[in-house]
T-cell receptor, first 112, second 110 residues
């Protein structure tokens, strides 16, 4: 089955700098790659997703890139702000948003 | 308001005492799932259901049961809870495009 590896497990950046979180997946049939943000004590919330027919997607300060050949995808957050501090999860699926396999999570801390 | 609800939100119980965590969604989604979240392991799928009376095992189904008698409800059943089932549990539903999570249930088994 699908296996998703996420790195780093913790990431600390200065406010205003960029943050990058990387994930690799094992199943070449995976076609849907969402990213979730989980604030302390809250539920995971979808922040951006990408499907396999697209190489990059942007939404304001957030972008996701996908390299299907290498089977990896990355989350890029620019101009980081204190409210970006959270745990971020990547996921992959061969069945759209139905059967997601998650990475281990990255705790992002933005230092003022 | 479109949402996924879970109850209870917090539960402390003892080994072997059967419990049920309820999950309900009002978005008419066919697909629902249960996940458990443990530090360093991310979210792992326990069971999923593709429609009423259709359920299947996820990645960590041991010690859990589910049922799907109505489209909106997908309860998680622990018939004989053990301490290794202490975890944060999330129910989720999807329209196939986006997965929506419930607020979570923090379960402690003593």
């Amino acid at each position: 089955g699908e296996n998703v590896e996420q790195h780093p497990s913790t990431l600390s950046v200065q406010e205003g700098d960029s943050a990058v979180i990387k994930c690799t997946y094992s199943d070449s049939a995976s076609n849907y790659f969402p990213w979730y943000k989980q604030e302390l004590g809250k539920r995971p919330q979808l922040i951006i997703d990408i499907r396999s027919n697209v190489g990059e997607k942007k939404d304001q300060r957030i972008a996701v890139t996908l390299n299907k050949t290498a089977k990896h995808f990355s989350l890029h957050i620019t101009e980081t702000q204190p409210e970006d501090s959270a745990v971020y999860f990547c996921a992959a699926s061969t069945q759209g948003a139905q059967k997601l396999v998650f990475g281990q999570g990255t705790r992002l801390t933005i230092n003022p | 308001e479109a949402q996924v609800t879970q109850n209870p939100r917090y539960l402390i119980t003892v080994t072997g005492k059967k419990l049920t965590v309820t999950c309900s969604q009002n978005m008419n989604h066919e697909y629902m799932s249960w996940y458990r979240q443990d530090p360093g392991l991310g979210l792992r799928q326990i069971y999923y259901s593709m429609n009423v009376e259709v359920t299947d095992k996820g990645d960590v189904p041991e010690g859990y049961k589910v049922s799907r008698k109505e489209k909106r409800n997908f309860p998680l059943i622990l018939e004989s809870p053990s301490p290794n089932q202490t975890s944060l549990y999330f129910c989720a539903s999807t329209n196939g495009l986006t997965q929506f999570f419930g607020p979570g249930t923090r379960l402690t088994v003593l």
